[in-house]
Antibody, heavy 119, light 108 residues
Framework: EVQLVEAGGGLVRPGGSLRLSCAAS????????MNWVRQAPGKGLEWISY????????SYADSVKGRFTISRDNAKNSLYLQMNSLRDEDTAVYYC????????????WGQGTTVTVSS | EIVLTQSPGTLSLSPGDSATLSCRAS???????LAWYQHKPGQAPRLLIY???SRATATPDRFSGSGSGTDFTLTISRLEPEDVAVYYC?????????FGPGTKVDIK
């Protein structure tokens, strides 16, 4: 079964750091581009970061640029998001999502992990 | 940067009705780059439609997509209680995935 499972969410104080992970299974992870998407409480979906299959291409939304770092370990079938200098507005459910190899959309999503930034 | 707007914000219909959800882009987009997702509370978002009108795996044929240029539509025919969700259109471009604000579909 194709699956993505996020972990690492939790409660963190403003200015703190957190590292999210996304474990992939059921497909050849190393050949897929991957993304992080979040949803703040009461808000819509917001794409925040992208990494190509070979880690050569990386992109960030302006809202997290300079504070978040995306990475992957293809040997471990895992995607990561290092989040530093966290703000209240980073409170959200964070999803990892696989980009389809045949069309321009995210065809597999994880269930999400919740990050709460609060003092 | 392309901005997507969706209307209406909320749609409240009866079972069996047809729902028409609109997505408008701030500039003309390539049809291959427009997709629709369904998102239910507490669940992962689910890809419904890609390339404007192609159904993703397991998408019921009650869901159909259409449009071109700047105007795109998701139609849900024969609305069922399980269709209660927020529906997002998405564009793939230089800013990677850009999502619209969503349309919430409720059942009366």
């Amino acid at each position: 079964e194709v699956q993505l499972v996020e972990a690492g969410g939790g409660l963190v104080r403003p200015g703190g750091s957190l590292r999210l992970s996304c474990a992939a299974s059921g497909f050849l992870f190393s050949t897929y581009n991957m993304n992080w998407v979040r949803q703040a409480p009461g808000k819509g979906l917001e794409w925040i970061s992208y990494i190509r299959s070979g880690s050569i291409g990386i992109s960030y939304a302006d809202s997290v640029k300079g504070r978040f770092t995306i990475s992957r370990d293809n040997a471990k079938n895992s995607l990561y998001l290092q989040m530093n200098s966290l703000r209240d507005e980073d409170t959200a459910v964070y999803y990892c999502a696989r980009e389809s190899q045949t069309f321009y959309a995210a065809d597999v999503w994880g269930q999400g992990t919740t990050v709460t930034v609060s003092s | 940067e392309i901005v997507l707007t969706q209307s209406p914000g909320t749609l409240s219909l009866s079972p069996g009705d047809s729902a028409t959800l609109s997505c408008r882009a701030s500039q003309s987009v390539i049809s291959s780059y427009l997709a629709w997702y369904q998102h239910k509370p507490g669940q992962a978002p689910r890809l419904l439609i890609y390339s404007t009108s192609s159904r993703a795996t397991a998408t019921p044929d009650r869901f159909s997509g259409s449009g071109s240029g700047t105007d795109f539509t998701l139609t849900i025919s024969r609305l069922e209680p399980e269709d209660v969700a927020v529906y997002y259109c998405q564009h793939y471009g230089s800013s990677l995935f850009t999502f619209g604000p969503g349309t919430k579909v409720d059942i009366k």
